[in-house]
């Protein structure tokens, strides 16, 4: 593929996750988009063949940027609770700065798209609660640490803290940042989530 070809896809993505950001609940055609763009409606389909594979386009840029840092931040930190948190506060801020695109994650943007776009971001936050719950997992083995809860309920409920936030802000039309009061609520958010370690041994 051209790199004049890549560009433009790139530019088409660009002007839906602005376009998702300036019209919070609304609905984006092709036609606004090529308006947006300065394409044709051809020429937008001779880039995607659908709008489903614009959102795609868009979905993949989510999955590739937050896992790619994921893995970055395994690599670096042995803790598993700094794992988590660091991973958690780096998918609010990646939403943070990408408010547009933070409508796919909620499904407020997929309303009548295809059940293929509401699997893959689906299939997004399902990774994501599996990583947490395999460093939660490796706690136990690395440093003699057990969550107080069982290890699915554990990663859940630290996943479904974030993604409460990142709905708050979708809701509020970007008004209440997802990283707000995250750093003060973390600590109360995990205080006795780990079982003292000579609990372990009983």
């Excluded at 409606?41 to 614009?54: G, I, Q, V, W």
Aim: aromatic residues 8%.
């Amino acid at each position: 593929m051209s790199s004049e070809k890549i560009n433009r896809r790139q530019q088409i993505l660009q002007a839906l996750a602005h376009m998702l950001e300036a019209s919070p609940g609304g609905r984006i055609t092709t036609a606004a988009l090529a308006k947006e763009v300065g394409f044709s409606e051809a020429a937008l389909y001779r880039h995607f063949p659908s709008k489903s594979k614009m959102f795609e386009g868009l979905i993949e840029f989510i999955e590739e940027t937050i896992f790619s840092r994921v893995t970055l931040i395994l690599q670096d930190e042995p803790s598993a609770l700094a794992r988590c948190q660091k991973i958690l506060h780096l998918l609010l801020a990646f939403c943070e700065r990408n408010p547009g695109i933070t409508r796919l994650l909620t499904g407020d943007a997929l309303t009548g798209e295809t059940e293929r776009l509401h699997g893959r971001i689906l299939q997004f936050f399902d990774r994501l609660e599996t990583q947490l719950k395999q460093i939660l997992r490796e706690a136990e083995l690395r440093e003699q640490l057990r969550p107080a809860i069982p290890l699915g309920s554990a990663a859940n409920l630290l996943l479904a803290s974030a993604e409460g936030r990142i709905v708050q802000y979708v809701r509020s039309g970007f008004k209440r940042k997802p990283t707000d009061h995250w750093a003060e609520q973390w600590p109360v958010l995990v205080a006795g989530f780990f079982r003292e370690p000579a609990a372990l041994a009983r």
